[in-house]
């Protein structure tokens, strides 16, 4: 069981607009940055967003984040194929010093 | 270009210990914290541990606690995760990951991650 609460599974077609949440508390989100990683199918783990909305350089603005109290979103817009990958949510948490992962998100493109 | 590149992993007894490294470049190592995040097979991320830039910052998951030991040598640009008493739900591909910011301690942001070192526990 994770700490934080993302959805198992979400799906799109093409173009589509889908969001995923992903869920804590005061020790963590309530009081952290949330950061979204995406994993692509036999890869290491890459950062998406950071800081809640924040995108690296080279990370399309088709991906956006957000958070509010004790909840943050992902969301994807005009969905393409190559957005098929699992995706995590990370925040510190502080009664546990240290940091927790939501169990992921795994993204189908129809 | 930066590169994280783990080595170290292997298929070990319930029991015994492993050491894992973490080779960089392409960046001031010394400018960074680092961190260890595991993933079971098949399964998501899990946080192992952290450790500033100078050492003076190091902090473990509960699971790890008193087992793993997290170091650092700024003047080999490597990062090592000693993992002693390993038992079977140590079992796991383990990433070597850069934090993204220059600050202290630590930003808990990893914006660059190796390929990962499997390490499997079984008798």
């Known amino acids: 069981q994770s700490v934080l609460t993302q959805p198992p599974s979400a799906s799109g077609t093409p173009g589509q607009t889908i969001t995923i949440s992903c869920s804590g508390s005061?020790?963590?989100?309530?009081?952290?940055?949330v950061n979204w990683y995406q994993q692509l199918p036999g890869t290491a783990p890459k950062l998406l967003i950071y800081?809640?909305?924040q995108r690296p350089s080279g990370v399309p603005d088709r991906f956006s984040g957000s958070k509010s109290g004790t909840s943050a979103s992902l969301a994807i817009s005009g969905l393409q194929s190559e957005d098929e990958a699992d995706y995590y949510c990370a925040a510190w948490h502080d009664r546990l010093n240290g940091v927790v992962f939501g169990g992921g998100t795994k993204l189908t493109v129809l | 270009e930066v590169q994280v590149v783990e080595s170290g992993g292997g298929s070990v007894q319930p029991g015994r210990s492993l050491r894992l490294s973490c080779a960089t470049s392409g960046f001031k190592f010394d400018d960074y914290a680092m961190h260890w995040v595991r993933q079971l097979p098949g399964k998501g991320l899990e946080w192992v541990s952290g450790i500033s830039w100078n050492s003076g910052r190091i902090a473990y998951a509960d699971s790890v606690k008193g087992r793993f030991t997290i170091s650092r040598d700024n003047a080999k640009n490597s990062l090592y995760l000693q993992m002693n008493s390993l038992r079977t739900e140590d079992t796991a591909l383990y990433y070597c990951?850069?934090?993204?910011?220059?600050?202290?301690?630590?930003?808990?942001?990893?914006?660059?991650w190796g390929q990962g070192t499997l390490v499997t526990v079984s008798s």
């Open positions: 990951a850069k934090d993204l910011m220059t600050t202290i301690p630590w930003s808990q942001v990893f914006d660059y």
């Open positions: 800081t809640n909305n």
């Open positions: 005061n020790s963590n989100i309530g009081s952290y940055p």
